[in-house]
């Protein structure tokens, strides 16, 4: 059982959102995965396991420290990443299929990137006036800067507060509290002739009920995807950026191809290899 580090959606190494991916977690069971997800302490870490079905290259379990997630966005890559890197061979050059709790998502290489095909939304629509007032409370954003507030999940239990500008987004000053299985972020567009389109913003709360600025979130940013191509706010492609307010640098290629189907890609880039892992108690 072996441990890599890789870093997901960076703009370069180190820039990005860190996932820990371990190879060959068979001999793990639940409580021991997510001892080790919050050992780590990483938004999420990852566990490869061999497919159960047979359309899928790879099965993945995916933890973030207060629990198991069904799909989630960075860890797909990453993991993809690292499986390629340690020898794995899909059944379909062009394509990668993962198994995860949500189904089977499927990956594809655009050059030096990964993207995924966003999952269809589970919940959508506007959000309640107590979501929305809750929404504002825990990401602190200006009331007067939303433009809409809706659900965008897609595994996870994303809420987005649309906001008028990308300075709306940076300006806006978080909680330090929540409530275990908050997924709230934020999104507002840059000027015309940016180097990036969007900025986002994603926030959840961990096993402490402490909130956590994520450094760039795949799912908050399919779902955000998802939404803007489906109301016609996006069209063919844009580039969005995430993480600035912690350190990071991400920029998230989202697209639309000519099916309808939406693809979120980044660069991953393996920081550590292969590190042992002794047993866990």
Not at 38 to 53: A, I, R
Not at 79 to 89: F, N, R
Request: hydrophobic letters at 40%; one cysteine or more.
């Amino acid at each position: 059982m072996t441990l890599d580090l890789v870093d997901v959606f960076g703009s370069a190494g180190f820039k990005g959102n860190p996932l820990g991916v371990v190879h060959g977690a068979q001999g793990l069971d639940t409580a021991q995965m997510l001892q080790l997800t919050q050992w780590l302490g990483f938004s999420e870490t990852t566990f490869l396991l061999p497919p159960t079905d047979p359309a899928a290259d790879y099965r993945v379990r995916i933890f973030y420290p207060a629990g198991e997630l069904p799909f989630a966005g960075h860890p797909t890559l990453g993991t993809c990443h690292a499986w390629l890197e340690a020898g794995g061979t899909p059944r379909n050059a062009g394509t990668i299929v993962q198994q995860c709790e949500a189904g089977l998502i499927e990956i594809r290489r655009e050059g030096d990137m990964l993207a995924f095909a966003a999952p269809a939304l589970t919940h959508d629509g506007p959000l309640s006036d107590d979501e929305r007032a809750e929404a504002i409370r825990v990401t602190g954003a200006d009331p007067d800067a939303i433009v809409e507030a809706v659900h965008v999940c897609n595994g996870p239990k994303w809420q987005l507060l649309r906001l008028r500008s990308a300075e709306d987004v940076l300006a806006a000053q978080p909680a330090f509290k929540a409530p275990p299985g908050t997924d709230i972020g934020l999104a507002g567009p840059h000027p015309s002739g940016a180097e990036v389109d969007w900025e986002l913003r994603a926030f959840f709360a961990n096993q402490h009920g402490a909130l956590v600025e994520d450094p760039v979130t795949g799912s908050f940013n399919a779902g955000v995807a998802m939404h803007l191509f489906g109301a016609g706010l996006a069209q063919d492609s844009y580039i969005a950026a995430q993480g600035q307010k912690v350190g990071a640098e991400g920029r998230i290629h989202c697209s639309q191809d000519a099916g309808g189907k939406i693809w979120i890609g980044g660069r991953s880039v393996t920081i550590s290899r292969g590190g042992d892992l002794p047993a866990l108690a």
